[in-house]
């Protein structure tokens, strides 16, 4: 069955690093641009980053920009979003989704 599957999430410092990824599965995942969400805790669920499926455009959200990236593997399905320089308000579920579907989500705490 078709579906999304992040990985990588985790409890991290202040100015700490994490890399999320989100592998495709039955879905033809290189085909599709693809988009991380994020909802912190009592927020609405809001968009982070999107990538092409030729990974040639990438686009941020104003308040991750200069400090995530995100990255694709189509040999993998996979894609990829580096955290860097991370901050308490980064803290969030963060969901992949591509056409119709949603990941499961993978928590990301950062706290000292």
């Known amino acids: 069955q078709a579906h999304l599957v992040e990985s990588g999430g985790g409890l991290v410092q202040p100015g700490g690093s994490l890399r999320l990824s989100c592998t495709s599965y039955g879905i033809g995942g290189r085909a599709y641009e693809l988009k991380w969400y994020r909802q912190p805790p009592r927020k609405e669920r809001e968009w982070v980053a999107t990538i092409r499926s030729d990974g040639a455009y990438r686009t941020y959200a104003d308040n991750v920009k200069g400090r995530f990236t995100i990255s694709r593997d189509n040999a993998k399905n996979t894609v990829y979003l580096q955290m860097d320089n991370l901050k308490p308000e980064d803290t969030a579920m963060y969901y992949c989704?591509?056409?119709?579907?949603w990941g499961q989500g993978t928590q990301v705490t950062v706290s000292a």
């Open positions: 989704n591509t056409i119709k579907f």
